[in-house]
């Protein structure tokens, strides 16, 4: 592979990452009604606004949920996929497979979120509890909603809570189990997703 391919990778990558980021965080945000005033939240919704505000013109929401983001990210996905096929010199695009590689990328992606989510919470709650820092409040308003129906089944531990944790190995078990077979199943090339 030649060095200008591998400059066009890096660039598609990261930020194609970003972008797909910020979609998919949209999707995050609608789903938990988070705090839009948050000034993270200000910024996903200036971003994904020109082209989410046409999209939901044509694909409604469904029982809460934003669907026409989640369409957003999955398209991003498929398109910057396809935009790697290219730069690497892919003799014809494989369309059937990268609309099922677009869903398992995505997918993975979801995961990372809570995944390094998690991470930040546990760190944060022992470096800076009660933070008001507009980031950790709004990682606590994505996360809760996964670790509130573990925190309540779990045993009084006198105010010690393993929930975190707990959530953190279901996420882990997850992947394990499902996304890496899926991956392997599909024929996915492991450094084609963004965000895989």
Known sequence: MSPFSQVGILLVNSIGSLVLLVFIMRFLLQLVRADFYNPISQFVVRF???????????????????????????????????????????????????????????LSLLVKI???????????????????????????????????????????????????IVVFLIIQIFEILILNPLAMMTSMPRGLAIGF
Do not use: K, T
């Open 48 to 106: 994904s606004n020109p082209l989410l505000i046409p999209l939901r013109r044509v694909i409604p929401g469904f029982g809460g949920l934003d669907i026409a983001s989640l369409v957003l990210a999955y398209g991003s996905q498929l398109l910057l996929m396809a935009l790697i096929l290219v730069i690497v010199g892919q003799p014809g695009i494989p369309w059937m497979n990268l609309v099922i590689w677009a869903g398992v990328g995505l």
């Open 114 to 164: 809570y995944f390094w989510g998690m991470i930040i919470m546990v760190i944060a709650s022992w470096i800076a509890p009660n933070s008001y820092n507009p980031m950790l409040i709004l990682v606590n308003q994505i996360l809760e909603p996964l670790i509130r129906p573990v925190r309540q089944r779990m045993p009084d531990l006198g105010g010690l809570d393993l929930s975190p």
